[in-house]
């Protein structure tokens, strides 16, 4: 997971942590696999994509490599793809050890990344450090036993095991026993991510009527954000309030349903599919909304989450993995439960009705955010556990 040309969002938040680790002075080389990518699968948009990516780049004065390693495209396979990342890795690193001595190796998601830099770390006699970012936890080991005894493997193994929640810090000490565990949250770009002065002209910018009211979802457009709920939800509140739209940021991933459902529901003219937006469009799109709402059936830590608290937009989110560590139920936005469009019905109407407590959250949101989920914080954490690592 690393932003590109070809993806600029995918992974950004690691990107940043990146930068701000920079900003301390730390030195970092990003490598970012890519699955190997013939041309007799280009037929299928993902691996065209695959192939399409540069093999060198640079983002912000960050240099990064992607070498290509073998795949196998199916999940029941995922347990071994750390062996196979691995073995097409190992020359690419060999090469930059020459020029580049390294101290530390930092892997996002267990698997194949962290099984992967658990043997390079190895090889090399470095530490290896692995963050933990909610799928690799608590979806992926249940596919598979294999992936379920690689996963558990690389928590005990790993010098150091990062997660982005508590509550996914308690998952991971129940599948496994980590030598060392520390929670660090993500941050977030508050210089970019902030609430502008007039959103009015926002809504403008996007055809919508100045004096409505907007409901924003960001995300994958799958199940299992929560999608039909929201729109069955939203369908009911549109009937009895006036002047209200939703806008749905990300790539549909339901093979058309969404849109099917909002011509059943009959709210097409009260709804604005974006599909995927550069992340520096992001912001904009925050501050044409008064609500975010995120009715996820399982997550890690949403970064999402945080960039619209930052834009001062109260959250409607469910009572699920690290949502309640970012959103005190009745202070920044209310919790419910997945898979309750009953309840995202009477959330979302209890703000638009309450147009006073909605500005009182979203202003405590602004607040908590830039107390608690900086990547200034992020970095400083990650560098002090980078010095004890090497410390001894």
Known sequence: MYPSDMDGAGGIFIHRHVTALR??????????????APRILWFKDKWRSYGAYPREEELEGVSISRPRYLVLPYMRFRGYSGWSMFVFLYRNIKRLRKRYDFDIIHAHTITPDGHAALMIGKYFAVPVVCTVRGSDLHEYPQRSSRIYTVSKMVLEKAD?????????????????TPKNIQVIYNGVDTAKFCRFENREAVKKSLGIPVRSRVIVFAGRCEKEKGIFELLEAFARVEKKTSDIYLLIIGADHTGGAVKNLIEDYGI???????????????????NAGDIFVLPSYAEGMANVIYEAMACGLPVVTTNVGGMPEVVSHGSEGFLCQPKNSSELEICITALLDNPALSEEMGLRAIRKVREMFSWETNATKHSNLYKRLLCG
């Open 160 to 176: 150091a095991i990062i997660t982005v929640s508590n509550d996914l810090a308690k998952m991971a000490t129940k599948m496994a």
């Open 23 to 36: 900003d301390l002075g730390v030195d970092v080389k990003v490598i970012s696999p890519v699955p190997w």
């Open 268 to 286: 097409r003219d009260k709804t604005l599919l974006k599909g995927t937006i550069p992340h520096d469009e992001m912001p904009v799109c925050m």
